[in-house]
């Protein structure tokens, strides 16, 4: 890990409705993430996992708690400001892929560069090239319907790229996914690792988890298991066929 | 089949409760629809009604001989016209004071006015009909009703007519000639003895003839065949008629041209709306399909909501249409305009209500067998049809600024809804031309006749602001539509990094789009529905163009209305949280 923490949360809370209804979805949670680690949280659906994402990229205002991302607190800023702070700074891969269904790939993924303001070359020379990095330049101009659920995956975190952002966060990356589309996206989230990128993961799949350098259990909105992860698979195909379950 | 029926009837209720805002709009337009309809089918027959109550009560005469000076020829002319083949029979002739200018005077003010000299019983053609007061008496004149209200005069009221003072015995209507101001000078009936003695002040003193004729359609014939010397002068009731009726008629064109604009734009309205509540109904479709309804009764459930939606409309837009044909129909004075408008025939009944149903049957039939046909599984994972990719719409708007690239993107998602919002805004527009035009070429007017035009301006007036009305709902309403059908688009961008202020004016500039359009196609197509009309009404030659500076707010202000209204939904729809739609999806 390094010494430089991307992102942080202290206390962290997320809490709906209000007397014997109250739900604690995200119950005092303590985070750090640093620079160029791999962080995978791991728990049972309706853990809070889900959510935890959410605040960490101002998709949703904490209840409670302090959320610093390259050193500022954010916790508060307004919608607008977020959304500026999630052009440069945060990429977002959905489970759902939410692939804009009326644009190619290409187009999808400069989308982000070109609500950022990029010409409209760079950001297609961008997309483009990332496209080709994570093996679909031949797919760049097909739309969505026309692709599978790997490829489609694969230009969602393509998209979370194109800004260069500081932070990839994933929510449940490979959840919608079957076991061969889950094999490409897992080896391409080993290489952005590989490379550098700072990435925060949330899944239910051990094989995802395991690509992380630590792994949080996540059970009830709270951190119950905090592991760094040693002696882990050298290569995907362990992870992927080798017994980890 | 009774239990599946009710059943039917009692989800299309439950569905009518769940989204009363959607319904309560399609209801609207349709009422306008249903309403414009009513008024046109039914203003013409009866704004006839009260003049040939008149002409009936009065037993009016087919044709009026009026001789303009008395001398041996005139009257031998008269004679013989009383006893002319197809005359059954006549009353008079009968002497009538040809009075100078302002003879008659009232509070000081003068009048031009005609005495007819009518005494004794009820005559057998033209028995004016008393709407206040008794007969003619010595020094007690009767007074025609339009000329009476124009002048403020009620019973026991003083005049003078040549100086010589009169008591106001009665007020009376009669179909003999034309109502003030259709007639100038108006008239007014005096006994005998009292037209002997204001006679010496008349310029001259000619007698009228009242006929009736064995086949009075044939009156234009018969007035043109004797008007063998050129003192006597032959009116045949039918133009007596249209020409008190000149307003209403006037009116019924304008009537006409605003039914037209504002059935078509209603039939836009109610093509969104269904489609903007079909798109909510196809997951509910899809579950009542899942826990056991067939096609058939789904389709069923979909087709009685809207037809309730058609009915109900039909029979508001009957009864709105009925309550508001009154005093469009009635002419400005001069007629027994109590008489009551009867409701609308059984003929305009079928029709609104056929009408009502096709319409709603055309916008909703194809809809809902698909929606009642659809994949139940796929319309229970998402929108039933996928946008429409525009290459070229992409590939412009990635030059564009953020909030523009993202409402050219989605005014090109949906082009049909995009086309019949432009549609609609256009034919507002395009009726606004029309009444700025109409203002500039009757505003000049300002002559005796000028009054004819007050009912042309209140229709006019009253269908462009009920136009704007519906134009505006239909505006906010795609708006709406819009935001919603975006509403994982518009969550997407913000996730990407767009923010809330960036979203709303790309949802509200995806409305304008539409409006640029109907703006741009609006004013031409005024500029051809004002030529035709006025060619169909005779001709617009030497008609004033309308103001430039008319011209030039119409679209500024039809753009800036779209702006602001449009800017609500789509606000409220920028305000949602993004997350919401996202894990909706």
């Known amino acids: 890990m390094s010494d430089t923490t991307v992102v942080a949360a202290h206390g ?30 791991m728990g049972p ?4 996992k889900s959510t935890l994402l959410h605040l960490l990229s101002g998709l949703e205002r904490p209840t409670g708690g302090e959320i610093l991302l ?30 804009v269904d009326e644009l190619t790939a290409v187009e999808n993924v400069e989308l982000p560069a070109l609500l950022a303001g990029s010409p409209p070359k ?82 239910h799949d051990s094989r995802v988890a395991a690509i992380g350098d630590r792994l949080m259990g996540m059970r009830d909105g709270a951190i119950v298991d905090h592991t760094h992860l040693g002696d882990r698979p050298s290569t995907v195909d362990e992870l992927v066929f080798g017994d980890l379950s | 089949m009774r239990g599946r029926l009710r059943l039917a009837v009692r989800l299309a209720a439950r569905d009518l409760r769940h989204r009363p805002g959607t319904g309560l709009l399609l209801l609207l337009a349709m009422l306008a629809a249903t309403t414009a309809m009513t008024l046109a089918l039914m203003v013409r027959g009866s704004a006839q009604k009260p003049w040939d109550y008149t002409f009936a009560v009065t037993n009016g005469p087919h044709v009026v001989v009026t001789s303009l000076q008395a001398d041996a020829a005139t009257d031998a002319a008269m004679t013989d016209l009383m006893s002319a083949p197809g005359v059954v029979a006549h009353s008079g002739p009968h002497p009538l004071l040809y009075l100078p200018a302002d003879s008659l005077r009232v509070n000081g003010h003068g009048s031009d006015v005609d005495v007819m000299a009518r005494e004794g019983g009820p005559s057998a053609v033209d028995r004016p009909a008393l709407t206040a007061g008794g007969w003619v008496r010595d020094g007690g004149v009767v007074v025609e009703e339009s000329f009476a209200v124009a002048l403020g005069l009620a019973v026991g009221d003083q005049l003078t007519l040549a100086g010589q003072p009169f008591g106001v015995a009665g007020i009376a209507v009669t179909a003999s000639r034309q109502p003030t101001p259709f007639s100038n000078p108006g008239l007014v009936w005096a006994t005998n003895a009292d037209v002997a003695r204001i006679a010496p002040a008349a310029e001259s003193l000619g007698q009228v003839l009242m006929l009736r004729l064995a086949d009075p359609d044939r009156a234009p014939e018969f007035a043109a065949a004797n008007t063998t010397v050129e003192t006597l002068i032959l009116e045949d009731w039918q133009s007596t008629r249209d020409e008190a009726l000149t307003d209403v008629l006037f009116a019924l064109f304008g009537l006409i041209l605003g039914a037209a604009a504002f059935a078509m734009l209603a ?85 609104v209500l056929g009408a009502a149903t096709v319409l709603m049957g055309l916008s909703t039939l194809v809809p809902t067998v698909r929606a009642a046909r659809a994949s139940t599984v796929r319309s229970l994972a998402g929108p039933a049809r996928p946008p429409r990719r525009s ?52 505003s000049g007017d300002t002559g005796d006749t000028a009054f004819i035009y007050h009912k042309l301006r209140v229709v006019t007036y009253t269908f462009v602001a009920a136009l704007v009305i519906l134009a505006l709902v239909n505006a906010v309403l795609i708006a709406w539509t819009t935001a919603l059908d975006n509403a994982r688009n518009s969550a997407l961008a913000r996730a990407l990094g767009a923010t809330p202020r960036q979203v709303t004016i790309g949802l509200a500039f995806a409305s304008l789009l539409p409006a640029l359009l109907a703006v741009a196609i609006g004013i031409p197509a005024g500029f051809a529905a004002y030529s035709v009309a006025a060619a169909a009404a005779g001709g617009a030659e030497g008609d004033p163009a309308p103001a430039v500076a008319g011209l030039l707010a119409l679209p500024l202000v039809t753009l800036l209305m779209v702006a602001v209204l449009t800017t609500i939904p789509s606000h409220l729809a920028g305000r949602r949280p993004a997350i919401d739609a996202l894990r909706a999806d």
């Open chain 1, 12 to 41: 962290l809370t997320k809490t709906y409705g209000s007397g014997p209804g109250l739900v604690r979805a995200v119950d005092g949670v303590d985070i750090a993430v640093g620079s160029g680690e791999t962080v995978s949280v």
């Open chain 1, 45 to 48: 659906s309706g853990c809070g």
């Open chain 1, 70 to 99: 390259a050193g500022e607190r954010v916790e508060q800023l307004s919608q607008a400001r977020w959304s500026r702070l999630r052009r440069h700074t945060i990429g977002f891969v959905f489970q759902a892929f939410h692939l």
């Open chain 1, 122 to 203: 760079r950001a297609r020379q961008k997309a483009s090239a990332l496209l080709e990095r994570m093996g679909l330049a031949d797919r760049a101009a097909h739309l969505p319907s026309q692709l599978s659920g790997g490829q489609k995956q694969r230009v969602a975190v393509a998209r979370a790229l194109v800004n260069d952002p500081l932070l990839v966060l994933a929510d449940e990356p490979t959840g919608n996914l079957d076991s061969a589309a889950t094999t490409e996206v897992l080896r391409m989230f080993a290489r952005l690792r590989a490379q550098g990128q700072t990435l925060v993961m949330v899944t």
């Open chain 2, 267 to 351: 039939a836009a309205t109610v093509a969104v709306a269904v489609a903007g509540r079909l798109a909510a109904q196809g997951r509910r479709a899809a579950l009542l399909k899942a826990v056991g309804a067939t096609p058939g009764f789904v389709g069923l459930i979909m087709l009685t909501e809207y037809l309730f939606f058609a009915l109900a409309a039909g029979v508001a837009g009957l009864v709105a249409g009925a309550n508001l044909v009154p005093p469009l129909a009635r002419p400005v004075a001069g007629v027994l305009g109590t008489v009551p408008v009867p409701g609308p025939s059984m003929a305009t009944v079928a029709l």
């Open chain 2, 391 to 442: 290459r070229l719409a992409v590939a412009v708007s990635a030059r564009l600024p953020v909030p523009l690239l993202l409402g050219l993107r989605l005014a090109t998602r949906r082009p049909g809804r995009a086309a019949l919002s432009a549609v609609g805004l256009s034919v507002t527009v395009a009726a606004g031309v029309v009444a700025l035009w109409m203002e500039a070429g009757i």
